[in-house]
């Protein structure tokens, strides 16, 4: 016996679902629904869940009284170069079940995703010179779409063919390009690693994209590798964090006195085996000399190259 499902005693308008289509990254996009109570029933203890941090919320919980209508304003960002879903629900004290179920959802134009190989780079001592083949792949909409390279001291990074493929969705192309990496084993140490890094810049026409990177390792021992990400980047308005990674060597964060960012002593927030660093914005791409300052006298620095993502954009 098929069974129908209860309706619920709360209705939504005009719609419980919203597709905001192609979005722009980041801004912030609205919608009011109107819930309405359209039982005999006064609804207590209004509890709204969200899945998903893109999304905030605006509603009265006080409670909705018989035949009361109220709006529930929602607030939808999407981050740069994906689709996002969200699943908003209205519970309250009196029913088990949710009395409203709103759907959004929304992507940004360009990049809709990435794929690159390796994930990670190891190298031994030997031989002095070795070389990797690089890809990165992604889906977009436009064709402007190049990769910038950023590398440490040791390593060269040569551009070699592009493959681009429509696919059978209206204009999205996969783009994959590959790239001829070389790397001098002797300017890493055993136990140290200088300027070890790796990454691509994905910019175009109209916009630059989070850094890809790739890490990079020494094979013969543990790289001490103290700040990740070893690039940085400027994004407008937008805070820097990194963290300071202890490796097992160094790992217990009470023998830390001090951290330093350009000759500027700074706070930190310890997590797990790693020091979370918080600076404000930064107006220009210079360097960042970090060094952390151990209780025995031990110290370790290493330079991290700042870069503007706003110098890649046309």
């Known amino acids: 016996?098929?069974?129908?499902?209860?309706a619920s005693p709360v209705s939504v308008s005009p719609v419980d679902s919203v597709?905001?289509?192609?979005?722009?990254?980041y801004e912030k996009y609205?919608?009011?629904?109107?819930?309405?109570?359209?039982?005999?029933?006064?609804?207590?203890?209004?509890?709204?869940?969200?899945?998903?941090?893109?999304?905030?919320?605006?509603?009265?919980?006080?409670?909705?009284?018989?035949?009361?209508?109220?709006?529930?304003?929602?607030?939808?960002?999407?981050?740069e170069g994906v689709r996002r879903n969200s699943v908003v629900k209205l519970y309250c004290l009196e029913m088990a079940s949710p009395l409203v179920v709103l759907s959004l959802s929304?992507?940004?134009?360009?990049?809709?995703?990435?794929?690159?190989?390796?994930?990670?780079?190891?190298?031994?001592?030997?031989?002095?010179?070795?070389?990797?083949?690089?890809?990165?792949?992604?889906?977009?909409?436009?064709?402007?779409?190049?990769?910038?390279?950023?590398?440490?001291?040791?390593?060269?990074?040569?551009?070699?063919?592009?493959?681009?493929?429509?696919?059978?969705?209206?204009?999205?192309?996969?783009?994959?390009?590959?790239?001829?990496v070389d790397v001098d084993a002797a300017s890493f140490q055993q136990?140290?690693?200088?300027?070890?890094?790796?990454?691509?810049?994905?910019?175009?026409?109209?916009?630059?994209h989070d850094i890809i990177e790739i890490p990079i390792?020494?094979?013969?021992?543990?790289?001490?590798?103290?700040?990740?990400?070893?690039?940085?980047?400027?994004?407008?308005?937008?805070?820097i964090v990194f963290s300071i990674i202890m490796n097992d060597a160094f790992s217990d964060l009470s023998r830390v006195s001090s951290v330093w960012v350009n000759q500027r002593e700074c706070s930190f927030l310890p997590k797990a085996n790693a020091l979370e660093i918080r600076l404000e914005h930064l107006e220009e791409a210079y360097p960042l000399k970090v060094r952390v300052a151990l209780k025995d006298g031990l110290h370790f620095e290493q330079v991290v190259p700042v870069f503007n993502l706003s110098s890649f954009v046309h």
């Open 1 to 6: 016996m098929e069974v129908t499902p209860l």
């Open 19 to 25: 597709d905001f289509g192609v979005v722009e990254a």
């Open 217 to 239: 390792t020494f094979d013969d021992g543990p790289a001490y590798h103290f700040v990740y990400p070893s690039v940085v980047t400027i994004q407008e308005k937008a805070p």
């Open 106 to 180: 929304g992507e940004t134009a360009g990049i809709v995703d990435f794929e690159f190989e390796p994930k990670s780079i190891r190298i031994a001592s030997i031989p002095k010179m070795q070389s990797f083949d690089c890809k990165v792949r992604c889906r977009t909409d436009d064709l402007s779409l190049e990769y910038e390279a950023v590398k440490g001291s040791g390593i060269n990074v040569e551009k070699l063919d592009r493959i681009e493929e429509l696919t059978k969705d209206s204009g999205i192309f996969v783009v994959t390009q590959f790239f001829r």
């Open 30 to 79: 609205q919608f009011e629904f109107i819930i309405t109570n359209e039982s005999s029933r006064t609804f207590t203890g209004l509890e709204l869940v969200s899945s998903c941090g893109c999304t905030t919320i605006s509603f009265e919980r006080s409670p909705l009284m018989p035949d009361e209508s109220r709006p529930l304003v929602v607030e939808f960002t999407v981050p």
């Open 191 to 208: 136990g140290a690693r200088r300027d070890a890094f790796l990454g691509f810049i994905p910019h175009s026409d109209s916009r630059a």
